[in-house]
């Protein structure tokens, strides 16, 4: 087993890959409802180009990687992507986030697929407000995915936005589900990643807000420890099955303990969710470099990590963040 450090002496130990930037829904708060610019076809990364790159991460110490997107279940051959990385050695975790509109009728193969926990993206329980934050009508086939998800043992958290004007009147109904469900309802900071730039809200509800919030209604909520490298608070309410996360994306409270690493579609390399990229690794795939060659500008990459989200984003040659999370995978 090999062990990967970065320059802070952080271990690094989980790949974030985004197979595809298309998606089926435009969340308002991940895409423009129009005008997106997919990146075109022979500029992402192929499914044996991806192939390669979770072999050579997971050589170097990666032992968990996270399918995201876009919609990951969007791209034509994931499945058969799926159960080839299955086979790597050394590789003890694949998740997969996903918005759950084509999820339902895959989730019988997850177990032979090597899924054993899935984020499910679902802000709120309504359907009008689906509609509103997602501008498309399918709420109905993502309760179904959740549905299926619980009825497999499927290890489930649902991940939700939390938006002033948009579902601040979910939190309660949201956190209502961990009651009788074992399941991990995760409320996250909105970040900027939209396509656009910042939303302008009268408020801005933080974890703090978040948490004061839950308070209110479940005086006896209380605290968890939390997992290394986690990117979550946990909370836990009495008597209820499932757990609550708080995560505070835009505070960026967790940088000191990071073991991510991202590559995104078009193949840039992310050593911080807010950095635009450090190199580009569908390129060398592309050159003809060998593994190690390959495996040797990821290591030093690794050596210049910034050490917290706020010294990534200054370091940025293209401004603020603005992109949309669809072109990175959250
Ligand atoms: N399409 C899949 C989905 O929605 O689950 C996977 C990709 S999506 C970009 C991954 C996660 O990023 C989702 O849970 C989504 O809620 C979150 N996300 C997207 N844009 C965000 C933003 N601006 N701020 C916070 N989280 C965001
Ligand atoms: Fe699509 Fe996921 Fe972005 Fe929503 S959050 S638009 S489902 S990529």
Known sequence: MNYLLDNHGRPISYLRLAVTDRCNLRCFYCMPEEGINYVPKPHLLTWEEMERVVRLLVQMGIDKVRITGGEPFVRRGILEFLERINTIDGLRQINITTN?????????????????????????????????????????????????????????????????????????????????????????????????????????????????????????????PDPAASTAYHYQIPGHKGTIGIIAAFSRTFCGTCNRLRITPQGQFKTCLYDDGVFNIKDLLRQGLSDEVVQSRVFEALQHRAKDGFEAEGQRKAGLVSESMSTIGG
Request: charged fraction near 30%; aromatic fraction near 12%; glycine fraction near 6%.
């Open 100 to 224: 759950g509109v084509l999820t339902a009728p895959l989730v019988p193969d997850f177990g032979r697929l090597g899924i054993k926990s899935v984020n499910l993206s679902l802000d709120t329980l309504d359907r009008q407000r689906f509609f509103d934050i997602t501008r498309r009508d399918e709420f109905g086939r993502v309760w179904e995915t959740f549905e299926a998800l619980q009825a497999h043992n499927i290890k489930t958290k649902l991940n939700a936005v939390v938006m002033s004007g948009k579902n601040i009147e979910d939190i309660i109904p949201m956190a209502e589900l961990t009651r009788i469900h074992n399941v991990s309802v995760r409320f996250i900071e909105e970040m900027p990643f939209n396509g656009d730039g910042a939303h302008e809200y009268q408020e801005f509800w933080n974890y703090r807000k978040i948490l004061d919030e839950l308070k209110k209604h479940y005086p006896g909520i209380y605290k968890l």
